[in-house]
Structures are given as C-alpha cells and as structure tokens.
C-alpha cells in the first residue's frame, strides 16, 4: 500500500473484544425497561437485537434463534440443536435447543413454552404467528426497548467504531493513491474497488485479526463512475471511467460487530467548474449536519439544516435520499438523520453523514463522514475528508 495513505488510529491497540459485563449490563438496563412496562420478561428474536445483547455472532436463516431475558433470574439462550457446538463457550450457562426448523411445534412457540412466563414481551413476531403465539401467554407485547437501547453507544462500543472508521479511511487512500493507475491499465470500477478492499481488510488482518476473529471483521464497498453515478445504490460494474468522470467510492468496515462508513467523490483528470461547484456543495451540507448534531434537537432538524446547503446551490431536484442514518451493530440502524424522525439526539449516538447529488444521465457526488455526538461537539472518527482536501481528490496523474 502507498506510504502516504491515511494512517489508521492507534486507539485499536488499546481496544478489546466486548466482554461478559458488558453484555451483563446490557441485560440489566433491558430488565429495567421490561419490568417497567409490567412484562416479566423479554424475548429477543431480531438477529441483531440478539447480537446487541449477548455477543453471540451468528450466521441468521429460517431457524429461529433467540435470547430469554426474564426481570429475575439468568438470561437463556434458545437454539436450533445444530448450532450447539457454536454456543458451548458462550457467557450465558443457560443454553436450549429445539431439534429442527419447521418443528412439530413452531421454534418460537417451543421458545415461550421454555420461557415459562405469562406476561412476555418480543422484539418481532411474524404475522402469522402472532395470535398463536398470544394463546401461550397471559399477555404477549412487541417492543421497542432492546432496539431502543441500541441508539446510544458506550465506550467500549465507540471504541470499535473509531476503529472500523480508520480501515474505511485506508481504503479510501488507497483508491485515490492507485485509482489513476488502474484506470490506465484498463481497470475498471470493480479493479478499483477490489484493489482498495482488498489492501484495508488485508491491513485490519494483519493488525487485529488474531484479536477480533474473522468472523467479526469486513471490509465492503460500491464504486460508482460518470453517468452510473447517478444511481444512489447502483451495483459497481465493468465500466472503465473516463477521463474527466467522477468517481464515488463508499465504504463500511466492521470491527469487532460495530460498523462506520467513510465515502469520497473522486474526479479523474481536469475538474469543471460545474464539478467543483457540485463538490463544495457537497462539502457545506456535510458541514451543516455537523453543526446541527447537538443534543436535544431533533434528527428531523439535522437533515433540515443540511439539505438547505443544497437547496441554496441550486441543486434542489438532485436530492435522492436523507443526510444520514445510525450505525452500530448494523450498517443502518436507528434513529434515522431523515424527515419525520423527531427522535432527539443524545450523546453517545452514532450517524452516517451523507451528503448526496445525482444528475441523471450525467453524474453523482456523494460524501460519507462518520460522527459521534458528544456533549463538546461531534467527533468524526473517520478521517479522510478533513486529511484530505477536494483538490486533493482531483486525480491529474
């Protein structure tokens, strides 16, 4: 990799694998939100609910998976029997396995008969289970509460943020390093995208992969070039950019189950002044949602402040999508920087900012920053922005 990327931060040497007590205290708080809602436990289905909640990291499939937490007593982790090896070593002690998916009787009816309570709260239940599903119980209410406490972040899950955001950032530098380079050799949007994947997840290997797993570390990404990159989620192709093309590369790392994002709109060659004018707007809006990402205020707002840079560019009927959403142990999760989310912001949360401008049948700008709100202001842990200036994006040679 060129010596002049984007250097990772040190913060992974001091950061580790979350450990039991963490977990534990995740457990306490969704007891509290349990027994105060009158259930006498909680049954957590959602795959990344139950990720969130115990650590244990798993492949999802039609075989329900499950964790019990009741409001007194130790939390129970319900199975499919194949993967009994998979949570033997696990933290919880309590571990319980129906033999097969669909089952005699349905996994998650089994579930509620081995929770053994009558007033249980979910996280989700398919339709068509739900009524069935009610005749085991007293009382059986969805909630919201684990999700809930997803939104803000501690320490420990900040941590592998920061960490995930410094492999997006090297990714990053390495495709403006070599993008010139591998578009003269006849390379093309995957060539780039491969070469830059493929050198951060080998760097995050080496570097930390004997402490996280590989189960647990990812590096992925789009690339997208000239008109193609108007399509806001378009798959990245074949296609070999041409000179004067802009070029968006957005990318997500995971570190130890907790994801951020870092993405840049390269030009390859001369940049117009129409291109330039498209590239600093997309730098206002990202600085307008910085400065509105404060405490108390509402995410409706954030994404009001920023789309009001593009409005004032002129740029009002290029808009495809909101500034940002929440990150952690899913690359899109909750709260939502988007209209009609008047969730306030909190300290400790986590939210892409993605500024985005898509001119169809001529091109696209899109920028991604990760940021931490924080009662000082927002921390942006992913670097290569501020590192790296837009005429420094501008790839002449």
Known sequence: MPSNRVEVSPSFTTATPLSPDFYRGILNRLREKTEAAGAEGFLALDSHNLIYATGFFHRTNERPMAVYVPVDGDPILLVPHLEKENVESHWIADVRTYPEYPGILHPVLWMLKEAGARRIAVDTLEARLFREASAHVETLALSDALTELRFVKHPEELALVRIAAGYADACLEHMRCNIAAIVADGGTELDILNAGVGAAAGMMKREIGGLFGETELAVVGSVHSGPRGALPHGHTTTRRPLRGDTIIAGIGATVGGYHAESGATFVLGEASADTLKCLHAAEACDAAARAALRP???????????????????????????????????????????????????????FSNEPGIYRPGVDGYRTINTMIVSNEGVEIPSLFQSSVRIEQRILTK
Request: aromatic content about 4%; charged content about 20%.
């Open 296 to 350: 108390g205020t509402p995410c409706t707002a954030v994404d009001d402040a920023a789309m009001a840079e593009l409005h004032r560019a002129g740029l009002s009927s290029f808009i495809r999508h909101r500034i940002g959403h929440g990150m952690g142990v899913q690359g899109h999760e909750g709260p939502w920087l988007a209209p009609g989310d008047a969730t306030l912001i909190e300290e400790g949360m986590v």
